[in-house]
């Protein structure tokens, strides 16, 4: 388990390293706009969206993005959002006010666009516990 507190990305060049924060279920949020659609979408199909707050930068949001993925494919009746903080430079600090993210990954789980739990760190036993619990009750 892991978290990444620094609220800059480091200053050499990963290019050739970023990570892949979408793929099977999960969606890259890399505008407010696609954020609004996602969430009025969820509220209409009545899904339970689980928003994960992550930075290429970061070593833990690394580790758990292949398992963060893995876990949509399992849980279809749930809606899995990534937010790339640096995507969002310029949206970053509104969103890190509004959702009071600290440290990345920190997952949200979100119920008609509220929240109703927060993970933070790459903890994947926690992690799937909260989804198969929350898929579980669907």
């Known amino acids: 388990m892991g978290s990444c507190f620094s ?37 209409t199909q009545g899904k339970i969206v689980i928003a994960n707050f992550s930075a290429s930068w970061c070593s833990p949001c690394k580790s758990i993005a292949p398992y ?40 949200f789980f979100l119920r008609d666009g509220q929240q109703f739990d927060k993970l933070v760190g790459a903890n994947k036993v926690e992690l799937e516990n909260k989804i198969t619990t929350i898929a579980g009750q669907k």
């Open 7 to 43: 609220s800059s990305p480091p200053d050499e060049d990963e290019s050739e390293n970023q990570p892949h924060f979408a793929g099977g279920n999960v969606t890259l949020i890399t505008t407010n706009d696609t954020w609004d659609r996602k969430l009025s979408e969820a509220k």
């Open 68 to 107: 963060y993925i893995e876990l949509s494919e399992k849980h279809l009746s749930l809606m899995f959002l990534t937010i790339d903080v640096d995507a969002l430079t310029s949206l970053l600090q509104e969103f890190s006010t509004q959702w009071e993210v600290k440290a990345t990954p920190t997952f």
